[in-house]
């Protein structure tokens, strides 16, 4: 069953709200923008090549190329919450979010540089 698609209103208002006090948003609203941000990451770079988990929040398949179906996928980017939503806004470059340790990429494919932002 597919999920229900998040609203564009609803969505980017929740990432401002996260954007402006990251720290004082509830815990519902970083739901809801970490799940729209990560919607408009499917879209935009349809596939299933590259999981990008956002613990504990949601994971979606992106990328066009090989199809992964069982196991631990060969590309993951794992984030939390705080970078993810840097990262969807352009507060945070890719690179610098890898060379600092706060992007955990692994797989040749796991680059979401030109991908982002989503904001």
């Given at each position: 069953m597919a999920r229900a698609r998040i609203d564009d209103a609803a969505g980017?208002?929740?990432?401002?709200?996260?954007?402006?006090?990251?720290?004082?948003?509830?815990?519902?609203?970083?739901?809801?923008?970490?799940?729209?941000?990560?919607?408009?990451?499917?879209e935009k770079a349809s596939g299933n090549t590259v999981e990008v988990r956002v613990p504990p929040f949601g994971a979606v398949q992106c990328i066009a190329g090989?199809?992964?179906?069982?196991?631990?996928?060969?590309?993951?980017?794992?984030?939390?919450?705080?970078?993810?939503?840097?990262?969807?806004?352009?507060?945070?470059?890719?690179?610098?979010?890898?060379?600092?340790?706060?992007i955990h990429a692994s797989g040749q494919r796991a680059d979401l540089a030109g991908e982002l932002p989503l904001l």
């Open positions: 980017t208002a929740a990432v401002r709200e996260c954007g402006a006090d990251a720290g004082g948003a509830s815990r519902d609203i970083r739901a809801l923008a970490v799940r729209y941000t990560l919607q408009l990451l499917a090989p199809r992964h179906t069982r196991g631990t996928p060969p590309n993951v980017v794992e984030t939390d919450v705080a970078t993810w939503l840097a990262l969807a806004t352009g507060s945070l470059g890719w690179s610098d979010g890898v060379e600092t340790g706060r």
